[in-house]
C-alpha cells in the first residue's frame, strides 16, 4: 500500500499497545511472602507460619531461611506441615547470638525463584553480635523458570497499573512536546496560524492524558496507600502541571485577535513545558533525596525495574506516546480542514 | 463475524494453554482462566477503539483531497 | 554592553519613578501593614509555629501579587511607549525583574518586622534567624520574578486583571511549598546540612525563570 509510508507509526502505536495490554493482564506474578506469623519471636525452637502468593509449597522444592546481615548469616527452616500451596509452617532454631533484631525471610523454589520478605520476624531477646557471618552465601538472584512480573509486597496485582497508569504521564509529556514544536514552529515562521492550530490540540489531548493518569492515580494510590491523595513532590508536580495547560487554554480564551493570541500563547506554551519538566522530573529528584524513602512504600519512583516489567513497559510507553501523537494528528487535520472551509467563503 | 473469531480464539486459547500446562499448575490455571475471557474483552474493546481512529483517518484524509480539489477549482 | 546600559537607565528611571511618585511602593507597604495588621487583630499571637510560618507567606505572597502585578500598568502611558521604542526588551524584562525583585525584598524584611512586632516571637525559639532572613529575601526575590514574567504574558491579553493571578498561581505553588518548608525548618533551627538542598531548589527556580523570561521576553514584545 502507497500509503503505509504515512500509516505505519500508527500502526505501530496499536500493535504495542495491544501488545502490552495482553501481556499485562495474561503474566503471572512471581511467587513472593505475603505474610508471617508471628511477627515477634524469642530465641530457640520457632514454629513460623509463612504465608505466600502465586507460590507452590506442596512442590516439596522449597527452601526456607531466616537471615540477617545482608543475607548472609542463615537459619535454616524445616518444613513442619503444608496446609496448602500458599499456606506453610516452618521451625527454625533461633541461635542465642544474632547479628541484628530484625530477621528477613527468605524462600528458594527450583520453579518460582527467590523471594524475600524483609524485617519479617523480630528476636526480642537475642543478643547482638554485629558483623556476624557464616561461610554460606545463600543464591538470591534465582529466577522462576517462566516470565513473571516482579512481586511487591504492598502492590500485590496492582504492579500491572505500571503499564497504564505510568505510560498516561508519559504520553502527556509526549503530546506537549509535540505541541511545544509545534509552538517554537509557530514563533519561527512567517506564514499563518497552522502551527498554532496544532500547538492547541496538542495541549488539549495533552489534558486528556494529564486527567486520566490523576484519575488511574488516584484510584490506585486509595486502595495501595489508602488515600485518595498523598502530599508527595511529584504528585503535586503532577497535578500543578495541569493547572498550568488549563490555564493555557483560559490564556487562549481571554485574547481575540487571532495573531496576536497565538504570539502570546505559544510563548506561554514554552514557558509552560519547561515548568512542567521541572515541576514532575527534578524538583522530586531534589526534594525527595532529603527524605530517605518512606520504608514499605516501593511504589513512588524507584521502581527497580524487573527485566522482564521492562520489557512490556517500555513498549507501552512507545505505544502511548504514538497514539497521543495520532490523535493531535487527526485532531490538527480536522482544524485546518474547519479552517480552510471557514476562510474559504 | 466477530463473535465467532472471538470464540475461536477462546477455545484454541484453551487448548494450547491445557495442552502445555503441568499438573501443579492445574491450580493456577483454573484461576486465571477467567482472567482471559475479561482479556479477550478488553482488547476487542482496544480494537474497536483503535478501528474507529482508522476510520475517521480514512474520512479525513478523502476530506483533506475533496478541499484540495475545491481550493483548485475556485483558484481557476 | 548596550543591555548594561540600558538596563542601568530603565532601572534607574523605574527607582526615580517610585521616589517621585510613591504610588506603588506606599499602596503595597499599606496593604501589607494592613493584613498584618488584621491578623493581629484576629489571633493576636500566634504560638504554633506551623501557623505563624504559614500566615506570614500568605500575607507576603498576595503582596507580591499587587507588586509584579502592577509592575505592566504603567505601560498605558504614551510617555512610556517612546522609552522602550529604544530599549530592547530584553532589557526591559531583566529592568522589570531586578526592580521587582529589589521591591520584594525591601517590602519582605519590612513585612518581616511588622510581623514579628506584631504576631509576636513566641514560638521563635530555636530559629536561626540568618536563614529565616536568607528565606525571606530568596523568597520574595522568587515571588517577584515569576510573577514579573507573567505579568508580561497577562498584560498583552484583553482582561489582565485576574488573568495574573490565574497564570501564576500554578507556577508559583511548587516554589511557595518549598519556600514554606525551608523557612520552616529555618524557625526549627536546622543546620544547613538538611536544609540546605532547599536553597538550591529555590534558587534553581529563579535561574530557570529568569532565563525562560529572558529567552522569550522578546517576543511577547513585538508589538
Known amino acids: 500500500m502507497g500509503n503505509f509510508k504515512k500509516y505505519w507509526w500508527k500502526l505501530l502505536g496499536c500493535v504495542l499497545v495491544a501488545f502490552s495490554v495482553v501481556m499485562s493482564f495474561t503474566t503471572p506474578l512471581a511467587a513472593g511472602v505475603a505474610e508471617v506469623t508471628p511477627t515477634t519471636t524469642k530465641k530457640g525452637k520457632q514454629l513460623i507460619t509463612i504465608k505466600g502468593y502465586n507460590a507452590h509449597f506442596k512442590s516439596g522444592h522449597n527452601r526456607f531461611w531466616l537471615t540477617g546481615n545482608h543475607h548472609t548469616t542463615l537459619i535454616p527452616g524445616t518444613i513442619k506441615e503444608i496446609i496448602n500451596e500458599n499456606l506453610i509452617k516452618v521451625e527454625f532454631d533461633i541461635p542465642e547470638q544474632l547479628p541484628s533484631n530484625n530477621l528477613a525471610l527468605a524462600v528458594q523454589s527450583r520453579e518460582d525463584g527467590g523471594a524475600v520478605l524483609e524485617a519479617a520476624v523480630f528476636v526480642s531477646d537475642a543478643s547482638i553480635l554485629a558483623g556476624m557471618t557464616t561461610a554460606i552465601q545463600m543464591p538470591m538472584d534465582q529466577k522462576a523458570d517462566h516470565f513473571t512480573f516482579p512481586f511487591k509486597n504492598i502492590l500485590y496485582e496492582t504492579i500491572r497499573n505500571l503499564n497504564f497508569h505510568v505510560t498516561m504521564w508519559f504520553a502527556l509529556i509526549g503530546c506537549m512536546l509535540i505541541s511545544m514544536i509545534r509552538s517554537i514552529q509557530h514563533l519561527s515562521s512567517i506564514e499563518g496560524l497552522k502551527h498554532d492550530r496544532s500547538a492547541n490540540e496538542g495541549v488539549r489531548v495533552g489534558l486528556l492524558f494529564g486527567f486520566l493518569g490523576l484519575i488511574t492515580g488516584s484510584v490506585w494510590a486509595r486502595f495501595t496507600w489508602g488515600a485518595w491523595w498523598v502530599n508527595d513532590t511529584k504528585l503535586n508536580g503532577a497535578a500543578i502541571s495541569v493547572l498550568i495547560y488549563l490555564a493555557y487554554i483560559l490564556l487562549r480564551n481571554s485574547i481575540s485577535e487571532e495573531q496576536k493570541r497565538a504570539r502570546i500563547v505559544a510563548v506561554y506554551n514554552i514557558f509552560a513545558f519547561v515548568m512542567m519538566l521541572v515541576f514532575i522530573m527534578i524538583l522530586p529528584r531534589l526534594t525527595d533525596s532529603l527524605h530517605p524513602g518512606n520504608g514499605g512504600n516501593p511504589a513512588f519512583s524507584n521502581y527497580d525495574l524487573d527485566n522482564n516489567m521492562r520489557m512490556i513497559f517500555y513498549p507501552a510507553v512507545l505505544g502511548w506516546i504514538l497514539i497521543g501523537a495520532w490523535m493531535i494528528n487527526l485532531r490538527s487535520r480536522m482544524s485546518h480542514i474547519n479552517f480552510t472551509i471557514h476562510n474559504h467563503e | ?76 | 554592553m548596550i543591555v548594561a546600559r540600558e538596563l542601568k537607565a530603565l532601572i534607574k528611571k523605574e527607582i526615580l519613578l517610585e521616589v517621585k511618585n510613591k504610588t506603588a511602593v506606599s499602596g503595597i507597604l499599606l496593604y501589607a501593614v494592613a493584613t498584618i495588621y488584621v491578623s493581629y487583630l484576629s489571633f493576636r499571637q500566634i504560638t504554633d509555629l506551623p501557623a505563624w510560618n504559614a500566615l506570614f507567606w500568605i500575607i507576603l505572597l498576595f503582596a507580591s501579587f499587587n507588586v509584579a502585578g502592577r509592575s505592566f500598568d504603567k505601560e498605558a502611558s504614551g510617555r512610556e511607549v517612546y522609552l522602550y521604542t529604544l530599549a530592547g526588551p530584553v532589557s526591559v524584562i531583566l529592568a522589570k525583574t531586578l526592580f521587582n525583585a529589589l521591591l520584594m525584598m525591601i517590602l519582605g524584611m519590612f513585612s518581616f518586622i511588622c510581623y514579628a512586632v506584631l504576631i509576636g516571637t513566641k514560638p521563635l525559639i530555636h530559629t536561626d534567624y540568618s536563614m529565616f532572613v536568607i528565606a525571606v529575601l530568596i523568597g520574595s526575590m522568587g515571588f517577584a520574578s515569576i510573577l514579573t514574567i507573567i505579568a508580561g504574558i497577562a498584560y498583552k491579553t484583553d482582561n489582565n486583571v485576574g488573568l495574573t493571578a490565574v497564570l501564576g498561581f500554578p507556577v508559583i505553588l511548587p516554589f511557595l511549598l518549598t519556600l514554606i518548608r525551608f523557612s520552616k525548618n529555618a524557625l526549627d533551627g536546622l543546620s544547613w546540612s538538611v536544609n540546605g538542598s532547599y536553597l538550591v531548589v529555590l534558587l534553581l527556580l529563579n535561574v530557570v525563570v529568569w532565563v525562560l523570561g529572558y529567552i522569550l521576553f522578546p517576543y511577547l514584545w513585538r508589538d
Request: charged share 25%; hydrophobic share 55%; aromatic share 14%.
Open chain 2, 1 to 76: 463475524m466477530n463473535k465467532k473469531i472471538a470464540a475461536t480464539f477462546c477455545l484454541l486459547l484453551g487448548f494450547i494453554l491445557n495442552a502445555s500446562a503441568a499438573d501443579g499448575m492445574e491450580e493456577v490455571m483454573f484461576h486465571s482462566g477467567k482472567i482471559y475471557t475479561f482479556l479477550v474483552v478488553a482488547f476487542i474493546v482496544l480494537l474497536g477503539t483503535f478501528f474507529y481512529m482508522f476510520r475517521i483517518d480514512k474520512r479525513l484524509v478523502k476530506m483533506e483531497q475533496d478541499i484540495e480539489q475545491m481550493v483548485k477549482r475556485s483558484k481557476r
